[in-house]
């Protein structure tokens, strides 16, 4: 099985942290040379942190799609 993984982060002005990741699944043939057609799967998550007045860390919310 094939996998690629990106993630992109977002720091906002209103001390939030927005993080988006995307992941992409396929499946290969026996000789692992070529991705068989139909097989992509993609998931992508969302996750929200909060940047409190302390320092710390929170999370706000995460979601998958």
Do not use: C, P
């Not at 992941?23 to 998550?45: F, H, P, Y």
């Not at 940047?51 to 919310?61: A, C, H, T």
């Amino acid at each position: 099985m094939g996998y690629e993984a990106i993630e992109h982060l977002t720091f906002t002005k209103g001390r939030t942290i927005v993080i988006i990741d995307t992941v992409k699944r396929w499946k290969i043939n026996e000789e692992e040379a070529d991705i068989i057609e139909g097989s992509l799967q993609m998931t992508t998550g969302i996750t929200q942190y909060q940047i409190l007045e302390n320092g710390k860390i929170k999370i706000s919310s995460t979601a998958s799609r």
